[in-house]
């Protein structure tokens, strides 16, 4: 599926944004999904992700700040990012796959389709 990210912007540090990530084509009970950020001069590193059974994992640096939803009738992944911070600062990515394992959702290399990125800055 294509996947269109959508909704960065610039905020002031303890702002927040919503992210939305919407597919192409259905992902409803198939696919996982996932949001990875990548700061400038650095690797591109994973958020959270949502299982098809709606399952969460986070990022140490995000959680409980972050959160991730989904809406399968409207194809569509969310990211809900409160308490924003400076070193929160980078084009972030969806990506979603439907072969990818449990073990495996924190690793970039496992997902088949991303999302063109979409900038979040935050302003101190």
């Known amino acids: 599926v294509q996947l269109q990210a959508s909704g960065g912007g610039l905020v002031q540090a303890g702002g927040s944004l919503r992210l939305s990530c919407t597919a192409s084509?259905?992902?409803?009970?198939?696919?996982?999904m996932a949001w990875f950020r990548q700061a400038p001069g650095k690797d591109r590193e994973f958020v959270t992700a949502?299982?098809?059974?709606?399952?969460?994992y986070y990022a140490d640096s995000v959680e409980g700040r972050f959160t991730i939803s989904r809406d399968n009738a409207k194809n569509t992944v969310y990211l809900q990012m409160n308490s924003l911070k400076p070193e929160d600062t980078a084009v972030y990515y969806c990506?979603?796959?439907?072969?990818?394992?449990?073990?495996?959702?924190?690793?970039?290399?496992?997902?088949?389709?991303w999302g063109q990125g979409t900038q979040v800055t935050v302003s101190s």
């Open positions: 990506a979603g796959s439907a072969q990818v394992i449990l073990s495996s959702l924190r690793l970039k290399n496992a997902y088949n389709d």
């Open positions: 084509g259905r992902i409803g009970s198939r696919y996982h």
């Open positions: 949502i299982t098809r059974s709606h399952s969460t």
